[in-house]
Nanobody
């Protein structure tokens, strides 16, 4: 079965860096969206950085200039390079994918958690001051 497994989280001081990885396996449908989301206690998951099937990348305003999303050419691994981390970045980070058989271009923006049908287990990022 298709699954996503995150790794790379941990504890770091403000100003430090972390690189998150998401290993994808078992996917047979077209990957229309791939993204990173984060959640803090009592809040909804929010998009951090996403890649659409057309290659368009979107970042949350709070991470622009500090985070970089990328993936390898065969889409096996998705990455999130996080630089100049701040205490407000502390959250559980999730890898997510929207995948299904049709090859037609997906019309959504890939920014809403409800658009995705596959989720990883999450990896904790804690940034201390």
């Amino acid at each position: 079965q298709a699954k996503l497994v995150e790794s790379g989280g941990g504890s770091v001081q403000a100003g430090g860096s972390l690189r998150l990885s998401c290993a994808a396996s078992g996917f047979t449908g077209t990957r229309h969206c791939m993204g990173w989301f984060r959640r803090t206690p009592g809040n909804e998951r929010e998009a951090v950085a996403v890649i659409r099937s057309d290659g368009k990348i979107s970042y949350a305003d709070s991470v622009k200039g500090r985070f970089t999303i990328s993936q390898d050419d065969d889409k096996i691994t998705l990455y999130l390079q996080m630089d100049n981390l701040k205490p407000d970045d502390t959250a559980m980070y999730y890898c997510a994918a929207l995948a299904f058989a049709p090859v037609e271009i997906y019309g959504g923006q890939c920014l809403a958690p409800g658009e995705y049908n596959y989720w990883g287990q999450g990896t904790q990022v804690t940034v201390s001051s």
